[in-house]
């Protein structure tokens, strides 16, 4: 896009940016006020609350970023062709403030298909040759990775296992030992996701914090890094009167496989 538009593409990772003044520098760097540009903020919800705020007015117009830092306080006025596009995984975490100036667009999960295709251009930019990756296994990485990401993590311990056993074959057998390995099921459940499985099982509905409770961790860790994944799959259901495990759910918590994409 950014191509397209003859603009520079900036990408920041909102880990690294921990105080204003260096949220300041990287977006107002001459790359990006030369001809415009396309702001990325990956991460987003990780800034600092006092960063979201300086950027309340860099969504208005005109724009206008207003750095407060150390008693200081500077104003830099942004270009019309400056876009910022803010990724994450949970907007329930950037401040209503900001939030509620930010046009949202969710991106539909990534199929098997559209994954298989990621670990097997993945393993050939890795060294692998294509007659040494089968089609089942990457049929079974593609259904157990949760991401993209996920997918290049499962690659590389695939790898990294035939080279520690002078193999060259990526076969549906290692890859089954590998997540076995792992303690992946063949619904790329986690331990921590059976686990809530089975406290919700026979118990009816349960509360959120409850929930959290029994499982050792945050509401928010709960909510942000188990839950969606659950839900999406259809394996729980989130309800006024709390969290309930689905027929899904319980057939998977049996072992048996449910989702096939």
């Known amino acids: 896009v950014a191509d ?30 030369a001809k415009g540009a396309i702001i990325m ?6 800034l600092p609350k006092a960063i979201q705020d300086n950027m309340l ?22 270009q019309q062709n ?19 100036r930010l046009e949202q667009i969710n991106f539909q999960e990534y199929s098997s298909k559209e994954k298989s295709i990621i670990a ?10 294509v007659d040494n990756i089968d089609a089942a296994a ?7 990775a949760r991401s993209p990401r996920e997918v290049k993590k499962s690659c590389d311990n695939m790898v990294r296992y035939i080279n520690q056993r002078g193999q060259s074959l ?45 499982l050792h961790l945050s509401k928010k860790e709960l909510e942000t890094k188990i839950e969606p994944y659950l839900l999406r799959k259809g394996l729980i259901n989130r309800t006024s009167s709390g969290r309930a495990i689905t027929s899904d759910g319980i057939r998977a918590l049996r072992g048996e ?3 096939h994409d």
């Open 4 to 33: 397209e538009l003859d603009r520079h593409f900036c990408y920041i990772n909102c880990v690294a940016i921990k105080s204003p003044l260096a949220f300041r520098e990287a977006v107002m760097h001459p790359d990006n006020t």
């Open 41 to 46: 903020l990956d991460e987003a919800h990780t």
């Open 57 to 78: 007015s860099m969504l208005e117009w005109p724009a206008v970023l207003v750095t407060c830092y150390k008693n200081q306080l500077m104003r830099d006025t942004l």
């Open 82 to 100: 400056i876009t910022f596009v803010l990724a994450t995984n949970y907007a329930g975490n950037i401040d209503e403030a900001l939030h509620s």
């Open 120 to 129: 097997i251009k993945y393993l050939i930019d890795c060294g692998q040759k």
């Open 138 to 144: 990457i049929h079974e990485i593609a259904i157990r």
């Open 170 to 214: 990526i076969s549906l057998e290692v890859v089954e030992e590998v997540f076995k390995i792992l303690d992946v099921d063949g619904n790329g459940l986690l331990q921590n996701d059976r686990i809530l499985l089975g406290k919700l099982n026979g118990a009816g509905h349960v509360g959120v914090e409850t929930l959290a409770a029994m």
């Open 257 to 259: 496989r449910v989702i």
